[in-house]
């Protein structure tokens, strides 16, 4: 099926840093959409994007959407502890049908 | 507006034994997606439903998994007889989709099964 590889898994940083992440497939996407999972919570909502090139920023928050149709990065500024917590990509297939397919999440802990 | 509730937020059964979880979605959503993480992996879909129908049920793993909605408002999801394999989070969504690129999905907090 198809699967979208997402990394780095996880990642330590100090406040303030800049953090980058990203997420490929082998296959088309239609569009891609980044959500940040707090513990004891389900997945919000962070950036969606639905045009290949698109990019788009949402506060400290900063998506793009490949050109290629196949992979997207999210990069976030200036990192506070807030920020911690599991980032999962997730987008419709071209060809596919209404049913997200996510990535493995990206575990982030921000040091103070 | 109330968001995406999900019922109960932890189950701890026994291999065997039966589980129903249940989810309510944002008032007015005709869009029910069931998803399940287990630990480690990806959040992987099991169905979608429209109003009262299954419009996909592609991703239910076997048939011990029963999706409802009756009347087209909240769905349960029953396992039985749960396995230790079952074990997961199980999250809801829902969506009021106006058009399939601008489908947002809102999701709840999740049910953590336990199987033991």
């Known amino acids: 099926g198809q699967q979208l590889n997402q990394s780095p898994q996880s990642m330590f940083i100090q406040e303030g840093e800049d953090v980058s992440m990203n997420c490929t497939s082998s296959?088309?996407?239609?569009?891609w959409l980044w959500y940040k999972q707090d513990p004891g919570e389900g997945p919000v909502l962070l950036i969606a994007?639905?045009?290949?090139?698109e990019l788009t920023s949402n506060g400290r928050l900063t998506a793009q959407f490949g050109i290629t149709r196949k992979d997207s990065f999210l990069n976030i500024s200036a990192s506070i502890p807030s920020d911690v917590g599991i980032y999962f990509c997730?987008?419709?297939?071209?060809?596919?049908?209404?049913?997200?397919?996510f990535g493995t999440g990206t575990r982030l802990k921000v040091l103070a | 507006e109330a968001g995406v509730t999900q019922f109960p937020s932890h189950s701890v059964i026994e291999k065997g034994q039966t589980v129903t979880l249940r989810c309510d979605p944002i008032?007015?959503?005709?869009?029910l997606y069931w998803y399940r993480r287990v630990m480690g992996k990806e959040i992987k879909f099991l169905l979608h439903f429209v109003k009262e129908s299954k419009q996909d049920e592609s991703g239910m793993p076997n048939n011990r998994f029963l999706a409802e909605r009756t009347g087209g408002t909240y769905s349960t999801l029953k396992v039985q007889p749960a396995e230790l394999e079952d074990s997961g989070v199980y999250f809801c969504?829902?969506?009021?989709?106006?058009?399939?690129?601008?489908?947002?999905?809102?999701f709840g907090p999740g049910t953590r099964l336990t199987v033991l």
């Open positions: 969504a829902s969506s009021h989709r106006l058009t399939r690129s601008t489908d947002t999905q809102y």
């Open positions: 997730a987008g419709f297939p071209y060809s596919g049908t209404y049913k997200y397919i």
């Open positions: 296959s088309i996407f239609n569009t």
């Open positions: 994007l639905y045009k290949a090139g």
């Open positions: 008032s007015g959503h005709d869009n």
